[in-house]
């Protein structure tokens, strides 16, 4: 477990984070999200006793990350800022690591198996691929065999085969009852990783919710309709809820909002009106993010007009 209270970061006058309150329970995958610069980063080193905040507190596993006095066996961590000692292969790195926080030697075989290094364990880091990089910085994380997991983009530089076996990962993780909390860019990812989301946008929270109730509320779902009468459906519908949202995209076609598709089919056939097609649009994660986020974004491309 996880737990952010009023967590505010202050660097040279501007505020990265603010008041910012969140839990990360365990038994999920729990992503968080939020546009460049939003805090994430400096967040996550919070939590992991990294960076002190300017006011507020975290706790993992119920104590601060330095209350802990074996932290590699409450809490994993992978952060972007990585330093392996190039010069060392994967398994020296890791059993340095282990030696010097009293883990069992076992632990490293354990986890080159878990992460898929084994037959590069005695290669050298330098040499490494981004993809490999990565899952020697996973297999660090979980060498203390922690409760919970704070993973920093940790899809970055992965191939798709790559991004899949973490994905599993994670999920099988959090099965096992751990707490994992995972920060990404990619939404799309996130959808198909996490259950719950922690959504920040100029370091406060914009949003601390599952994965389908974001995307419900973005209010971003719509039902496009093909009819040939479309003048008749628009008011019939409206009739019925005159605050839902209807567009005519064409002359023949309605996008509707705030109307499920059995509504809008039982309403079509009680006025005798011919549907030619009736097709429920779900938003995705990626456009209820960017509902949610756009008065946060902080480098903002500029959109062709
Ligand atoms: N050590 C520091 N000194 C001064 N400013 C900093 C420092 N670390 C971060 N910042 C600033 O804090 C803000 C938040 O940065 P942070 O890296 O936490 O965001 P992020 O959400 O992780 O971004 P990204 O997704 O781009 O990695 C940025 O404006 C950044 O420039």
Redesign the pocket.
Known sequence: MIRAHELT?T??G?T??QDLSFTVRPGTVTGFL????????????MLLGL?APTHGRATVNGRAYAGHRAPLTQVGALL?ARAIHPGRSARDHLLALALTHGLPRRRVAEVLELTGLSGVADRRVKGFSLGMGQRLGIASALLGDPATLIL??PVNGLDPEGVLWIRTLLKSLAAEGRTVLV?S?LMSEMALTADHLVV?GR?RLLADTTVDDLVRGSGGSSVRVVTPQATDLRRALLAERPRGQITAVAPDTLEVRGADSTHIGRTAAAHGIALYELTPHTASLEEAFMNLTQDAV?YQGATAA
Do not use: F
């Not at 939020?34 to 080193?45: E, Q, V, Y």
């Open positions: 970061k660097y040279g501007k990265v984070v939020g546009p460049n610069g939003a805090g994430k980063s400096t967040t996550m080193r960076d972007e920093d983009e920060s860019h920040i370091g902080d």
